[in-house]
């Protein structure tokens, strides 16, 4: 399987949470995500979206059968099993671009957490109430995107907020309602957990606002969780060995690294021997339109990756893995 | 005139410029706002909105038409004049009703500007971009909220994020693009100009970002200014005078104030002698579903509002105002 390319759309479950599209099927598959669940989930709405109805949201079974993917092949490691995985994929990052690297050969999944955080505050005029009389629910938001970021700097990890709405939504109006997404990444899953629990301690506190008479309330959700994952000896072997076989100068060209994001093959890896190459891609650059992999790195994954295949296959069938 | 309620919603200019929607009759009537801009002015979406198509949004002359509103009396102080202009209102905070006062009679409005605040940085991905290479619009957009809070403080006026929209709009993506209002009050113009002055000098800072190789950058831009008024002695005089009249016991129940919010009262102001007047409301709530002001309350500044029109009139009639 090898994919070149990513979207970054979301689909809502019915309690809310927000999950990313491309990773929906490698989790049904795997068997983190069932099947009815995925297919009741449907679009998000967000500032690129065409206005349209509430009542139209698209499930994604509908727009598996409007577009004639809704196939009959079942979506499960049991009935439609594979000895392996591979994954082809722009690396995202600027470090094989920018020390002119050919192949990543991809050892680990970094652990990430997504939340849905909800500060409750109170509406009021801004023009009539004074500082320590407001609930203001955006500044208190405002600090707390502040304190992620310093939290997951001090413990080495990533934060960020994507996705931030303010109620009512009006200029002159403090805002008694606002939700934000912070997308949380590390190296380890234990990692994510403390910077998650140091910073359920601050958000209280922020909230809490000892100079205001009114505080805030703040309520944490966790969308997606995914620890961080090891890859495959066996599978990781095989595409070092491709990536050796292909590019010119394998000593220089060739890095072994961990992936910041999530993919296909981090659900894979709970049922089959998995891993992945990455190659550059301009300016690092992702979730971008100008995402950019040249056709040389495109072609030199797709050897990398067919090669991968078939050592794994020849070990397979030699009885060495 | 007498108004006791007060929604919030806005209109958007061509632009894009907000305007709230309810002293746009006034700025019309007093020649700060053309008829022709006022009535092409189109309904803002917010979070509170239906979904409609974006094709479909009114206009104010639309909404007008369609509601049997649209009058064919001249909105102008040349060709509709007034003698005078006297407005009543809920005091929309909480001095009154927390010191048990009837009236509150008021002398000025505060200075308030609206802001539109872009802040462009680059769209990454939020798993593989480290803090050092993102230009972080979101993040930058929240240390300006926080500051701007910081700075009014300082300077004894107010401010206050109310919209906020993050583009892609998506949880693992490095919003590129945030815009934000921005609302800045304080007693006098000149106030509100030295908190302006200050904060662009700090939101360009915060842009910069000297801890990251790529830097957001920031634009401003005025949506809507309304300069400190003060409202004309012989109508305060009036309402002071009527107010003696009506309540029970004039020296503890009588407030002179200042207006925080902006009112039709700061348009008329500029062609007629104008002033308001205040009543309690409960917890100084405004601008939230429980505002509320007791039959008692509004039938004590009915008193004192048609007592300051007929005291007007008989200065009138004696050449004494």
């Known amino acids: 399987m090898a994919k070149m390319s990513r979207t970054n759309a979301l689909l809502l479950s019915e309690e809310g949470a927000r999950f990313p599209m491309t990773i929906i099927g490698s989790g049904v598959w795997g068997g983190s995500f069932s099947l009815d669940r995925a297919y009741s989930l449907e679009e998000v709405r967000t500032a690129a979206s065409p206005h349209v109805a509430d009542s139209n949201r698209e499930t994604l079974k509908e727009a598996l059968m409007k577009t004639g993917y809704l196939g009959d092949i079942p979506c499960s490691y049991r009935s439609t099993p594979m000895a392996a995985h591979f994954e082809l994929h722009i690396e995202q990052g600027p470090h094989l671009v920018s020390s002119k690297q050919h192949i990543g050969v991809v050892t680990a999944a970094q652990a990430y957490r997504w939340y849905h955080i909800r ?11 004074a500082f320590e009389h407001r609930a ?4 208190a938001s405002a600090q707390m995107m502040v304190k992620a970021r310093e939290v997951a700097a001090i413990h080495g990890c990533l934060a960020t907020v994507g996705i931030v709405q303010a109620s009512p939504g009006s200029i002159n109006t403090v805002p008694g309602l606002v939700t ?23 958000f209280n506190l922020i909230a809490r606002n000892d100079r205001s008479r009114k505080p805030c309330s703040v309520e944490w959700r966790v969308d997606f969780d995914s620890p961080a994952v090891e890859f495959h000896k066996d599978c990781i072997d095989c595409v070092r060995e491709s990536a050796e076989a292909v590019v010119p100068d394998p000593k220089s060209q060739i890095r072994h690294m961990i992936s910041g994001a999530g993919h296909d093959s981090v659900s894979t890896s709970k049922q089959v021997p998995t891993s992945m190459i990455f190659v550059p891609c ?21 050897s990398v ?7 794994y296959d020849r070990k397979r069938f030699m009885g060495s893995v």
């Not at 500060?119 to 109430?129: E, I, Y």
């Not at 301009?282 to 797709?302: I, K, M, N, V, Y």
């Open 119 to 129: 500060v409750t505050g109170s509406d009021a005029h801004s023009g009539t109430t």
């Open 136 to 139: 203001d629910a955006m500044y």
């Open 180 to 202: 934000f997404s912070l997308d949380v990444r590390g190296s380890t899953t234990d990692l994510v957990q403390r910077v998650e629990t140091y910073l359920r301690e601050e």
């Open 282 to 302: 301009r300016d690092g650059l992702s979730h971008h339109p100008q995402e950019f992999c040249t056709p040389q790195s495109c072609a030199t994954g797709a």
């Open 305 to 311: 990756i067919l090669q991968a295949a078939v050592r």
